[in-house]
């Protein structure tokens, strides 16, 4: 498929209505072919319908969706070449793992049974117990395994770590890497557990009440914010004409978070006043984004509001 | 069309449902009613009938709604198209009841050569219905099967897609057709000629009827279908 510039996905001033309320608001992005996308966002922000609209599971209410060129609704061209199990993905009543696992096998023309075999071991999944009867781990687990071992050019993980241990979750991390580099592929994760998936992502969309506030790769993330630490008076002096994401005081004290990246000459000017600078994580900066733009929302467009709260 | 026979296969895949479930249901529904007519005294001359054969026709309403409440979810994460769904859904109900069809007319034919099963009693060969040619039970049997099957199917996507609002609704206004039926038939004193219809009717004139409802409820599954969500 030779697609223009390389993107699977284009999305156009997508917008989805449910009666009044704006789920997606006016969103356009695309994704590029065989890069792993975070999609982040807190609960309730629109991954969900936003992934089902990518999928056409769900309907959109204007605006443009194409996957692999074309729309993807009742397209047989698009559709075999995308996976997405919702994280409340619903099973025909008397599946067990093990069905759910041969029906995946008759759909996803990639779809590798000893690669699935392989993660039933290492997530001790009890395949022929009824999927009714199995713990959110295990049902998680069983929509981890035809997400990975389908295959498919599009690969869409809601959520996926729901219920799963910390070893559990390490070991999709692990098999998601192995694998992808084994047979390159589109893949999008959401979550909000966001330093647990920081390192696997190249490109990383925040997402916030419908409207797209971060579309950037990773690469250029890292390193677009700081935190200045020390006395009030100093900090203040350094953050100002700066674009303040967060600000924290204690006494005499100040820690507040601040986008754009530094020059030399700035962090120059930065030890010359005694004060600490430090990197923001991917998480601490998607928080701080959100909060950000939530605040602006409020009316209140003085985004250094002061907060009292207690920090290291 | 390759997935949607995949679809009839995805559900076949888990041999139980469409397979095992149905047979002990025949085989159950038949055992009990044997027994009992084994148990009335045979001084009873008469024919004794028992209406548990259709016991694995209700199975098939509720295998209607279950195929459009969690099949339907399930094939759209398996990247099916609503298309293919709905045929190889729909395609796999009408070769069961295909199958069930004509495992009745054999078992009502065999009913017939041993005398009720031996007790005198009737579960499968239904004056009226098996008085005609064979065919004439067969497509009874089907088209009932069917019929059960889509009511089952069509109410499932009305409530897919406008979930227990639909459902008021439409149970409301079925409600309100047959009393507006009722009155008309009162109003204009027709209830004699009403009856004459009925009993005019015959077995192939009912599967008529039978088939006609089907094509509009599929029409109207496949077109609600088109639009519904997981």
Redesign the interface.
């Known amino acids: 498929m030779s697609d223009s510039n390389n993107a699977v996905i284009e999305v156009r001033n997508l917008t989805k209505r449910y009666r009044s309320e704006k789920a997606l608001d006016d969103v356009s992005f695309s994704i590029a072919a065989n890069k792993i996308y975070g999609l982040l966002g807190r609960n309730g922000a629109g991954k969900t319908t936003l992934m089902?609209i990518l999928?056409?599971?769900?309907?959109k209410t204007s605006g443009h969706v194409s996957v692999f060129g074309q729309s993807p609704y009742?397209?047989?061209k698009v559709?075999?070449?995308?996976?997405?199990?919702?994280e409340s993905?619903?099973?025909?009543?008397?599946?067990?793992p093990q069905?759910?696992f041969?029906?995946?096998s008759?759909?996803?023309a990639n779809w590798d049974q000893a690669f699935a075999d392989r993660l039933v071991q290492d997530f001790q999944l009890p395949v022929k117990r009824r999927i009714k009867k199995l713990s959110r781990g295990q049902l998680s687990a069983v929509g981890v395994i035809?997400g990975l071992a389908s295959r498919?050019d599009i690969t869409f993980f809601d959520e996926p770590y729901l219920g799963l241990d910390a070893v559990a979750r390490q070991l999709f991390y692990d098999h998601l890497i192995e694998d992808y580099a084994e047979f390159p592929r589109t893949v999008i994760l959401s979550s909000h557990l966001i330093d647990e998936v920081a390192n696997l992502l190249e490109h990383v969309i925040v997402i916030d009440q419908g409207r797209i506030l971060m579309d950037d790769d990773a690469e250029d993330i890292r390193g677009t914010a700081h935190t200045v630490v020390g006395p009030a008076a100093k900090v203040d002096q350094f953050v100002a004409r700066r674009e303040v994401l967060h600000t924290e005081r204690m006494g005499s004290f100040a820690s507040v978070t601040v986008s754009g990246v530094l020059t030399d000459a700035q962090r120059d000017e930065a030890m010359a006043l005694g004060l600490e600078l430090a990197p923001v994580s991917l998480q601490q900066l998607v928080v701080r984004t959100t909060m950000a733009a939530t605040e602006s929302d409020f009316g209140g467009t003085d985004r250094s509001a002061e907060t009292l709260e207690v920090s290291k | 069309m390759n997935r949607a026979v995949n679809v009839a296969r995805m559900q076949l895949i888990n041999k139980w449902t469409f397979l095992g479930v149905p047979a002990i249901v025949i085989a159950g529904a038949f055992a009990v009613s044997w027994a009992i007519w084994a148990l009335i005294p045979d001084s009873v001359e008469t024919q004794m009938y028992s209406g548990a054969g259709q016991a694995v026709m209700w199975y098939f309403l509720v295998l209607g709604i279950q195929s459009l409440t969690l099949t339907f979810p399930f094939s759209q994460a398996m990247s099916v198209s609503r298309r293919n769904f709905y045929f190889g859904t729909v395609g796999l109900f009408a070769l069961v009841a295909l199958v069930i069809s004509g495992l009745y007319v054999v078992l009502g034919a065999v009913e017939q050569a041993t005398n009720g099963w031996g007790v005198n009693g009737i579960m499968f060969s239904f004056p009226w219905i098996s008085d005609g040619p064979w065919f004439e039970a067969f497509i009874v049997y089907f088209m009932a099967m069917v019929l059960l099957f889509m009511i089952g199917f069509w109410a499932a996507t009305i409530y897919k897609r406008w979930t227990v609002t639909g459902m008021v609704i439409l149970w409301i206004s079925v409600a309100a057709v047959v009393l507006a039926l009722v009155a008309l038939a009162t109003w204009t004193e027709s209830w004699p000629s009403v009856g004459l219809w009925f009993t005019q009717q015959t077995p192939l004139t009912v599967s008529g009827w039978a088939a006609l409802t089907c094509v509009v409820l599929a029409g109207g599954s496949y077109l609600t279908l088109r639009k519904a969500t997981p």
């Open positions: 089902s999928t056409a599971q769900n309907f009742e397209n047989e559709l075999p070449r995308i996976c997405f199990i919702r993905q619903k099973y025909p009543d008397d599946f067990t069905h759910a041969r029906s995946a008759l759909f996803f035809i498919a």
